[in-house]
């Protein structure tokens, strides 16, 4: 048996490794890049990778070339869309992935979407219902498979486009054999085909053909009493509870005059300086004020966001940070706690304000909302605050893949 990881880094390094195959497609059941090399994605090996202008990789299609009828599953099962509005179907999915997600190698902590996250994620606007689609026993109904996706639009390289972002893909863990995976992203992707979408955008913690970047999970500890309590981390041999407390103390208020919660009246300025900011970076969403308020107005227990509104110039708006909230079920209990609450590092707009100091007032933000540990990747400009804020580094990647798009370089974080 692995012996258990005895120090902060070592023990949250396990944790989060798990986190990176849970952001979206956990793909450990479809690795075999012989799949994958019969797809319109960049190839790993030179000799199958189409060379070519950036854009599409497969020859143009409409609509009427797509198959109209569901790929066959084996006789035992059947395909299903699944209508997060109706509480039982919300609940199936819940707790399907609570059950069959990722949960990290000793089993004391599974990740835990909560129902109000997963309507946030998966209705987002001009959502499809038949994207999120499921498998299901045939006669029990029971649902044993699941996978989503949602439009969005991209920036790539100054090119607008229009695509699915592909998640949740969770195979009951009895039926990993079946090789429903492949069949899943099949159908999804001639699902998102029937609607005029020919690309798409995932992340996997594994490499697959072709990453067109990677990222590293960074983490900041927020509550090191309850990560010792639970079990989540060990004090170092030479070292107190108080002292490792005390390395870890944020201020009790934020530093940052002006900062307060996201309203639906900063929706449009919100809107305008994120997508202005985004443009800096070569691969990014481009969002709708509609989108903006769905994915970033605050919702207590899922996502918050603050604005700096400049104190000498009343309602402009400067700065924008945000975080969203996926909790961990602690499996056995362990110092009788039952949730391990962590807070993700979402989308931020340094402007005015340093973005040192503008993360820091969300750390403190976040220790204010009882968060355990506080995440973020090194990609954008972060980099510029995770050692200084004392983020611990994680043990592996997160790397990012554009379906049917050619991209010729990797793209920097």
């Known amino acids: 048996e692995r012996p ?9 390094a396990a944790i989060f490794e798990a986190e990176r195959s849970m952001s979206s497609l956990h793909v450990a059941e479809v690795a075999d890049h012989k799949f994958w090399e019969t797809q319109p994605v960049g190839q790993l090996k030179p000799e199958l990778d189409k060379r070519g202008p950036e854009g599409p990789i497969d020859d143009p299609m409409t609509v009427a070339d797509v198959r109209q009828e569901g790929y066959a599953l084996p006789d035992s099962f059947e395909w299903c869309s699944c209508d997060m509005n109706d509480a039982k179907t919300n609940e199936e999915v819940y707790e399907l992935l609570d059950k069959n997600y990722v949960e990290d190698d000793d089993a004391m902590f599974r990740f835990c979407y909560s ?3 997963l309507r946030w994620a998966l209705q987002p606007p001009g959502y499809h219902m038949d994207w999120h689609l499921g498998v299901r026993v045939v006669g029990t109904g029971k649902l044993v498979a699941f996978i989503s996706g949602v439009p969005a639009r991209m920036v790539v390289n100054g090119k607008e486009i229009d695509l699915a972002e592909i998640n949740f893909l969770c195979i009951h863990k009895k039926l990993r054999a079946k090789r429903l995976a ?3 992203i099949r159908e999804i992707t001639r699902r998102v085909n029937l609607r005029g979408i ?6 996997a913690g594994v490499v697959l053909p072709k990453p067109i970047g990677t990222a590293r ?4 500890s927020l509550n090191v009493k309850k990560l010792v309590e639970i079990g989540f981390t060990h004090l170092h041999a030479r070292t107190t509870m108080s002292r490792t407390i005390k390395l870890f103390k944020l201020e009790p208020k934020p530093a940052t005059p002006g900062i307060r919660p996201m309203v639906d009246a900063d929706v449009p300025k919100v809107t305008a300086l994120m997508n202005a900011y ?3 970076f070569a691969v990014a969403p481009h969002f709708t004020e509609e989108e903006v308020k769905h994915h970033l107005s605050v919702r207590e227990g899922v996502v918050y966001s603050y604005v700096v509104e400049d104190p000498d110039a009343p309602g402009s708006i400067t700065d924008f940070v945000s975080f969203y909230s996926l909790p961990s079920t602690v499996i056995q ?3 009788g706690h039952d949730t391990l609450r962590a807070a993700y590092s979402y989308y931020n707009v340094p402007a005015k304000t340093d973005i040192k100091q503008l993360m820091e007032d969300a750390l403190i933000l976040a220790k204010s909302k009882d968060f355990d540990v506080f995440n973020a990747l090194d990609l954008m400009e972060n980099a510029r605050f995770l050692k200084d804020l004392k983020f611990g580094i994680g043990d592996g990647n997160l ?3 554009l379906y049917n798009w050619r991209l010729n370089d990797v793209v920097e974080p």
């Open 399 to 401: 790397r990012y893949y």
């Open 333 to 335: 209990g362990q110092g």
């Open 278 to 280: 985004l443009r800096k």
């Open 182 to 184: 492949p069949m899943l």
């Open 4 to 12: 258990a990881p005895d120090s902060l880094e070592e023990r949250e």
């Open 115 to 117: 129902k109000e996250f």
């Open 217 to 220: 999970y960074w983490h900041r």
């Open 198 to 203: 020919w690309q798409a955008a995932y992340t």
